[in-house]
Nanobody, 124 residues
């Protein structure tokens, strides 16, 4: 059983920064590609960022390029999302997801495991 636990969400003013973490347990972390998604109230869950099994490749939604950075530590079984220059439209519940395999994947239906989510609220 694979478990994902996110942390690091909170309330921040526009222009501020937050760092999210997701700890993965249960299987070999390095065998999974990882992704971050978000869901705002009344909207569908959308892709934010993804990273390959070894961190060599990443992908970002256009809306976060240049502001967010995804990274991973295969020793600590953790994937991170550093969020800078936050905007009110970044307000959402952020979810960590894992997919067995090496390549970067941006489609949420391709992910096998999900965390419970962490709330990020950006005030104007």
């Amino acid at each position: 059983q694979v478990q994902l636990v996110e942390s690091g969400g909170g309330l921040v003013q526009a222009g501020g920064s937050l760092s999210l973490s997701c700890v993965v347990s249960g299987r070999t972390f390095s065998s999974y590609a990882m992704g971050w998604f978000r869901q705002a109230p009344g909207k569908e869950r959308q892709f934010v960022a993804a990273i390959s099994w070894n961190g060599a490749r990443t992908s970002y939604a256009d809306s976060v390029k240049g502001r967010f950075t995804i990274s991973r530590d295969n020793v600590r079984n953790t994937v991170y999302l550093q969020m800078n220059s936050l905007k009110p439209e970044d307000t959402a519940v952020y979810y960590c997801a894992a997919r067995q395999g090496q390549r970067v994947v941006v489609t949420l239906y391709d992910y096998d495991y999900w965390g419970q989510g962490t709330q990020v609220t950006v005030s104007s």
